[in-house]
């Protein structure tokens, strides 16, 4: 007698469950449990063969245990993280040392002079230069890490990971560094210009290119979520 | 006793050492395999495999590859270069450990 080979609705009846009631989100994660669960259904069923789909699919699941699948979610966003800071820490001297954030320094230091020449503060106006740099520099290192990502091959698994990795540590530094930005303008203040409102209108723009580069890559992911269930989902 | 808190302390040793025996492997031929192996003995359960699969991935150890089979997306894991030295490393202190334990569970005082 033939094996029994689960059917396309009966592995989407399936993938229901994990996603839905189990909640659990990340396709990387939904995929492996999902082989999982098949491969132990099928066997008990063949073992079996006046065993009920539900009955074998009940069987498997408590296999995995109380939380099982959630422990296996904590541990693969743990793993995710780890990939996506190795490519940070390769991304942030590339972004330090680039042209433009050079620029930026160079005309910080000009901008302290001045001030130097005007107030003689050069001081804070080097350290707050610098802090400034820094933090524009790690922040635009995190946007470009995910940019790469969520535009890089469509199927690749590593890269849909990556993607993923990267915008939940994108959500960790806007929560860290995202307000802080708007404080940027009173940074500037131990400039020459006392409170700038030309700055503090720059930043917003910048933040609010930023948000929607944001919300544009989280489009790209869900769209090609989408696409990649769509034939089954 | 349980034989799987048994297992648990040397689940990476045991994964790594079935990975390079079998080049290839996905999660449920590993829990499979060791059930076989240990004839229903000892079990693997998936809360224990999956987490620790994906730790060792993140170390470098093994790595991953996706195939899809009977419609739906199989993971394969096999060993790294540094997974292949590590394997053999883990596995040679275990066997220590064994014969270790072994020697303490004969040992009698001399002189007692």
């Known amino acids: 007698m033939d094996k029994i080979v689960l059917d396309e609705m009966q592995l989407l009846q399936l993938k229901r469950f994990i996603r839905i009631e189990e909640g659990i989100k990340e396709a990387d994660v939904v995929d492996e ?85 005007r107030e003689r503060y050069f001081a804070e106006n080097i350290l707050s230069g610098i802090i400034v740099y820094l933090m524009m520099g790690t922040m635009l ?24 990795g990267a915008l939940m540590w994108q959500k960790k530094v806007v929560r860290m560094i995202g307000i802080d930005i708007l404080f940027l303008p009173f940074l500037f203040s131990n400039f020459y210009f006392k409170f700038n409102p030309f700055v503090f209108l720059v930043i917003l723009m910048l933040f609010g290119f930023l948000s929607m580069v944001n919300s544009f890559a989280k489009m790209e992911t869900m769209n090609r979520m989408k696409f990649k269930f769509g034939k089954t989902a | 006793m349980d034989k799987d808190k048994i297992i648990k302390g040397s689940l990476s ?36 495999l999956y987490p620790t699969l994906h730790k060792l991935e ?44 072994q020697n303490v569970l004969k040992y009698k005082l001399s002189n007692g």
């Open chain 1, 33 to 117: 449990i999902l082989d999982h669960l098949a491969c132990k259904t099928e066997e008990m069923m063949n073992q079996d063969i006046f065993l009920s789909f539900e009955k074998a699919v009940q069987a498997a699941y408590y296999s995995f245990g109380f939380g099982g699948f959630r422990l296996m979610a904590r541990q693969y966003e743990k793993t995710m993280k780890k990939l996506v800071w190795k490519e940070f820490k390769k991304a942030i001297p590339a972004v330090i040392f680039s042209n433009k954030m050079v620029m930026s320094l160079v005309w910080c230091c000009f901008l302290s002079l001045v001030a130097f020449w």
């Open chain 1, 141 to 164: 290192s995190f946007y470009i890490v995910q940019f790469k990502y969520s535009f890089l091959a469509k199927d690749s698994l590593v890269d849909l990971r990556m993607d993923k």
């Open chain 2, 13 to 48: 040793t045991i994964i790594l050492q079935l990975i390079q025996n079998n080049n290839q492997m996905y999660g449920y031929e590993i829990t499979k395999a060791v059930k076989e192996a240990s004839k229903g003995k000892m079990g693997l359960s998936e809360a224990a």
């Open chain 2, 58 to 101: 993140d170390e470098g150890l093994i790595e991953t590859e996706t195939k899809i089979v009977n419609g739906r997306t199989r993971k394969y894991y096999s060993l790294t270069k540094k997974g292949n030295t590590a394997s053999i490393d883990q596995l040679a202190v275990l066997k220590e450990a064994i014969a270790s334990l």
